[in-house]
């Protein structure tokens, strides 16, 4: 869509880098690192991201369902801060989250998903979302069901857009 722009994609899985490298094949402006988001200055240090993103001007950084794979313990809000503080002025984070369905239904998804798979599952409240936007402005309609997040008009008229049970999405801007 703009083909001016600058993107790095970062993935821990090396099948997905792969997968994202081939893809991006003769497109110079792209890149996918592997890189973990539990290290987020390994990110912002990696060489091919300093040679495709300039820090001192706005950039968008997208998390989308990424951050319920964190775990409490692993500080996720400390992690998205470490990204925040590099990025510059009039920068955009863009973040979609697994959230509570409803009371009963958050921990029990969590314990069958953290059961079957290796890895972790954190389905969070909008509450406890919300400070991942420490430092950034959010931009309306806020931090909302994905589907209420700037709607299809056209689905607006069908009556479609409707709310989106376990899925919160928001976008911030740092002033």
């Not at 809000?77 to 510059?88: E, F, G, K, M, S």
């Not at 607006?156 to 989106?164: L, S």
Request: aromatic share 6%; charged share 20%; net charge negative.
């Amino acid at each position: 869509a703009g083909p001016d722009a600058h993107v790095v994609y970062a993935d821990i899985d090396p099948v997905a880098v792969a997968h994202s490298r081939a893809i991006l094949a003769g497109h110079p402006n792209t890149a996918a690192i592997e890189a973990d988001l539990r290290d987020p200055a390994a990110i912002l240090g990696d060489a091919t991201t300093r040679r495709l993103i300039d820090f001192r001007q706005p950039v968008g950084l997208l998390l989308v369902s990424v951050l319920p794979f964190l775990g409490d313990a692993e500080e996720p809000a400390q992690l998205v801060a470490t990204l925040r503080d590099a990025l510059a002025p009039g920068s955009y984070l863009v973040l979609c989250h697994a959230a509570e369905a409803g009371p009963i239904m958050a921990q029990p998804l969590e314990k069958v998903y953290n059961q079957s798979v290796s890895g972790s599952l954190r389905i969070r409240s909008g509450s406890e979302i919300l400070p991942f936007f420490e430092g950034f402005e959010l931009v309306d309609p806020g931090l909302v069901s994905g589907p209420q997040w700037r709607p299809d008009p056209a689905a607006v008229a069908r009556g479609e857009a409707g709310h989106m049970w376990g899925l919160l999405a928001g976008v911030g801007r740092k002033p």
